[in-house]
Every structure is written in C-alpha cells, then in structure tokens.
C-alpha cells in the first residue's frame, strides 16, 4: 500500500465514527455527565446583622415569655408600701453572738415549741403535731391533752390535728388558741372546754389563722384574741408573708355573756399582743409591717392605736414580758432585712407587681426558705425603745424565734420549726426584789 493512500484512509476515519466492536456497548458520556454546581463565597454576618438576630430572638422569647406569664395566675394579691430604711446594727443592735452560747432542751423530743409559757417553774408549750405539753426540770415532758385527732404530724394533717399558737396560763388553766380549731381552756384535770369556735363568723368571716391570746387578770374577763389572716390559715402562712395586705384582726370575747366582735378589722399580719402590766394599753406586732402597735384601753386614746415601736430589724412576732419591766420580742426573718446588700422584703414590698410575676413561677413557700437565716431577739421598754439584741448571724442556733420566756436567771427561746427549746442563761442580771423572792421560793 502506498503513502498516499494510507494517509487518505486516516483523514477518512478521523471524519467519520467508527463502528463499535462486536459485543460492545457504547456510552454517552456527555449525556451522564454531572454538572459541577457553582460554588458562592459566602461573607460572614456583620455585627449588626448578628445584633439583629439576637435582638428578634429575644424579642421572642419576651413575647412568649410575656404571654405564659400573663395566662399564669399568682397565689396572692399583693399590696404596696414603702419601708423605711432597714436600721443600722450599731449601739443596742450591735451585732453578738450571745444566742449562740444557747444550750438545746428536749433536742429531737420537741417539734415546734411556737409559744412557751411559764407557771410555778415548769414551761408549758404546743408542738407541731397539735400537743400541749408540761416540761418539767428542763427535761420531763408530760402532755396536757390534745385538741384535734390523729394521726398527725404532717401540713396535710393539721387542720385535723390542730396547731396551738397561743398559749398562757391563769389559775392553773391552759389558754389556748388554736391555728385551726379557735380558743380553747385545758384545766388541770385534762378537761378541754371550746371557748369559741373558729366556725364562728365575724363580718362574715370565720376564724381563718388563730394566733396568739390575751387575757385581763381583774374583774374584767375579755379576752382578747388574733386571727391573722382571714383569707390563708397557718399551712398557708408564706402567702400571708409574701402577700403582706391587711388581712388580720384583733378580736375580743367576754366568756360570761358569750358575747364576742372585732377590735381591729384591718392589720398587717399580727402574730402577737401582750398587755402592759397596769393592763392599761395592750401590744400587737404587725410582721410585714416590722412594727408594734400600742392599743389603749384607757384614756382619750381609749379604743384606738398608735404606733409603739417601728422599722424594726426583723418580723415581730410573740411579744413577752420582761423581768425587768420591759418586753421581749422574738423576730423571724431576720436575714430579709439585714446581713445582704439588697434588704429583699423592702425591695419587694415596694413593687407589688414584681412579687405577682415572681409567685406566678416561684412558691411562696419557697421564696422564704431562700431567706438568709440570721437570728435575733429584742428587749424593749416600756417606751418601745430598744434596750438590748440578742443574736446569732449564722442562723445555726436560732434562725427564727417566735417566742421568748423570760424567767429571771435565763431565757427560753421558741421557735415554729426547730426540735428543741433555746436556753439562754443571763447570769449577773440586775433583777427585781419580786422576781429574786419568786426564784427563791422555785428553787
């Protein structure tokens, strides 16, 4: 074959396709050939279009936030007011650590000692579980009867069991007020008789929260008596405190003609009242108000209250008397006022709306366990001025006292939640000639 046609043979082939093999299958590689996306550059976010898209995520959390909220409903109906500043512990608010030298009576035997009353040496109390109890020698414990019924010992079992609150002695008669079942007198040979019912309706309204009682020594035999909320009863007590409207009321009752009616209609969770030794006028604390009132019974004030001594470092609560003419108020919740950079009661009693919003989410109940435990006691004279504190900043020994029995030679601290009874012994006190020939003859 020659040159020339060889080479015109291969332009022929490059023009046309050549024929498959036999048995071979022939491919497209065009037509399955995947196409190559374009890949775009993408800039990150500039700081404002980032600011804008937390701003909208925030801005809807706010409004489903705000709407839960809205829908929720809150357990209280909070009122507003403004306390003054908390007072400044200096002078006879000097902090001290004399509560914590206190030695525990009947530590694990006792729950709750709210209220502690004395007669002839021994200390009468109420526990948890809705007993009044005789403690003998600071060791011996001998019940006095019960109100309610068991079983008990639980919150769900206390409008049942019954929650003495109040609690003194005359003749060597048990007065009590019961949280739940109303004003009862225990007699030495465990007979209990009902005085009044907290069925008993006043305004419309029963007794909601019996609290602590008073009677006249003389001729006249009124008592007096506290209901302390007449919308929450004591299982409820943390609203009443997160709460703080006027709810509460001072009551009287004449037990010759059964004849009873309200003192006071509005107060500020009461929790306490005491008469004067002339019983001439009669103290009443208002907690959330972190004050005491002086009801007169006498004079042109007769029938009306001022106020006896105010802005006080904690809630008063059991007002006693003194051995040396003065009183004793024990305060809970100390720690929501003072030791903190925020005083959290006047913070949130000043924004009634806050606490609305705050109890929709949070239990009031819960809200007050948060409180920092600090415990502190006062002695007041008879002018409401403050003589002495007694106190325990790390709420170990005493966090919230509810009661102080004073008998001379020591003190006796109750409290609504502890298992023992506080001792505080007062050794080098200057004490009245009465009490010295008392203690001598008890001895």
């Known amino acids: 074959m020659s040159a020339t046609s060889s080479s015109s043979g291969l332009k022929k082939r490059k023009g046309q396709s050549l024929a498959p093999s036999p048995g071979v299958e022939e491919i497209d590689t065009k037509k399955n050939q995947v196409p190559v996306p374009r890949v775009w550059k993408l800039r990150p976010p500039t700081l404002w279009q980032r600011t804008k898209f937390v701003l909208k995520v925030l801005m809807g959390v706010a409004v489903v936030a705000g709407a839960v909220t809205y829908y929720l409903e809150s357990p209280i109906n909070p009122e507003g007011f403004s306390l003054p500043t908390p007072p400044a512990l200096e002078g006879a608010l000097a ?73 003194r002695i005359y003749g060597g008669e048990i007065l009590v007020m019961d949280s739940y079942m109303g004003l009862f007198r225990v007699k030495p040979n465990g007979f209990i008789e009902r005085l009044v019912s907290s069925t008993r309706s006043y305004d419309r309204f029963p007794i909601k929260y019996g609290n602590d009682l008073e009677k006249f020594r003389g001729k006249n035999r009124d008592f007096f008596f506290i209901d302390s909320s007449k919308t929450w009863n004591h299982r409820q007590r943390d609203n009443a405190l997160w709460e703080a409207n006027g709810c509460g009321r001072l009551m009287w009752f004449n037990p ?152 001379g030679d020591a003190l006796y601290i109750g ?29």
């Open 256 to 407: 010759i003609n059964n004849m009873s009616n309200i003192a006071v209609p509005k107060l500020y969770y009461p929790t306490g009242i005491q008469f004067s030794p002339d019983e001439d006028f009669m103290l009443i604390s208002e907690a959330t108000r972190f004050r005491i009132l002086k009801y007169h019974f006498q004079g042109p004030l007769s029938g009306g209250y001022q106020v006896f001594a105010s802005n006080l470092p904690g809630m008063p609560m059991k007002v006693r008397p003194s051995v040396t003419g003065g009183y004793w108020v024990a305060l809970a919740h100390v720690g929501g006022r003072i030791g903190t950079s925020i005083p959290i009661f006047d913070f949130l009693y000043a924004r009634p709306w806050l606490r609305t919003i705050i109890t929709k989410y949070i239990n009031p109940e819960t809200l007050t366990k948060w409180l920092s435990k600090y415990g502190m006691i006062l002695e007041l004279d008879q002018q409401g001025k403050i003589l002495q504190s007694l106190h325990d900043p790390t709420g170990q020994m005493v966090s919230s006292a509810t009661s102080v029995l004073d008998m």
């Open 95 to 167: 902090p001290n650590t004399r509560l914590l030298d206190g030695v525990k009576l009947l530590e694990g035997k006792i729950r709750g000692p709210e209220c502690l009353a004395e007669d002839n040496g021994k200390i009468f109390t109420g526990t948890y579980d809705g007993g009044i109890f005789r403690i003998t020698n600071e060791s011996k414990m001998r019940s006095m009867g019960r109100l309610g019924s068991r079983p008990c010992g639980t919150p769900v079992n206390e409008p049942n069991c019954g929650r003495p609150l109040g609690l």
């Open 415 to 443: 409290s609504a939640e502890k298992d023992y009874i506080v001792k505080i012994r007062m050794e080098g006190r200057q004490l009245p000639e009465a009490q010295k020939t008392m203690q001598s003859k008890t001895a």
